[in-house]
């Protein structure tokens, strides 16, 4: 693969910067150039980072600070809710209102002795799957 785009590509990317439609054709000719322009993109975005963090100033970008994430121990906020509410913290509730993944499941049953496999024959009934968003592969 070509380290540069071709003139081509380069008209096919305008096209669609455009609002145009190019031909499948030209799109196909496009398609295996992506990988070499996500990798020129991520080099440059992770050398301004480097370049951030060691203190320079870029104008027209910043570091931001990443997603906090929050879990929670669920006997321990029981407990703690239980004190708060007392008796109208509803057990059964607060069971219900949990979720946990299926890797946390499987982890309990191979530390009790059983097969991680056996997760979706056992807990098929109670599981639900979520299938995300289609993605590109190219």
């Not at 913290?89 to 056996?118: F, H, M, Y």
Request: proline share 4%.
């Amino acid at each position: 693969m070509s380290k540069e785009l071709s003139i081509s590509a380069n008209s096919t990317v305008q096209c669609i910067m455009d609002g145009g439609k190019p031909t499948p054709q030209e799109l196909a000719e496009l398609a295996p150039k992506l990988k070499m322009v996500e990798s020129a993109i991520k080099a440059c975005k992770d050398h301004i980072k480097e370049r951030l963090q060691d203190g320079e100033s870029i104008e027209g970008a910043k570091l931001c600070n990443g997603r906090t994430t929050y879990s929670i121990d669920a006997r321990a906020a029981f407990q703690l809710l239980q004190e708060h509410f007392g008796d109208n913290l509803d057990r059964d509730e607060w069971v219900a209102s949990l979720s946990i993944g299926k890797p946390a499941v499987e982890k309990v049953i191979a530390k009790s002795g059983g097969n991680k496999k056996e997760v979706q024959d056992i807990l098929g009934a109670a599981m639900t799957a979520k299938t995300g968003s289609p993605w590109l592969k190219i």
